[in-house]
């Protein structure tokens, strides 16, 4: 009689085994993924003016805004093609500087 329950539990984990090995931790959902880092915050390109840094924002393409320091307003800048770009900023005199990266 021992010989047949040693059996069946033999059986019993033959079976089961596999079946155990293949599930995931109870904290972990089907499917679920870890969080990943975040991506690393840049800061805005910058255009190197007459009056000092300039600070461009809005998109890549043109126009793009940009404010210049002592001006109480944004100016726009315009991608040339070749290398530099045109700031004109409202009663202010247009100034050429390289484009920013």
Excluded: D, K
Excluded at 35 to 60: D, E, F, K
Excluded at 63 to 76: E, F, N, R, T, Y
């Amino acid at each position: 009689m021992i010989r047949y329950w040693l059996q069946a539990a033999m059986l019993l984990a033959t079976l089961t085994a596999p079946a155990l090995a293949q599930l995931q931790p109870p904290t972990a959902a089907p499917g679920f993924q870890p969080p990943s880092a975040p991506p690393p915050i840049l800061a805005p390109p910058a255009v190197t003016t007459s009056r000092g840094g300039g600070l461009v924002t809005g998109g890549t393409g043109s126009p793009q805004s940009v404010m210049i320091p002592g001006s109480p307003v944004p100016g726009m800048m315009l991608n040339n093609g070749n290398g530099t770009s045109t700031i004109m900023i409202p009663g202010g005199a247009s100034e050429t500087v390289p484009t920013p990266r």
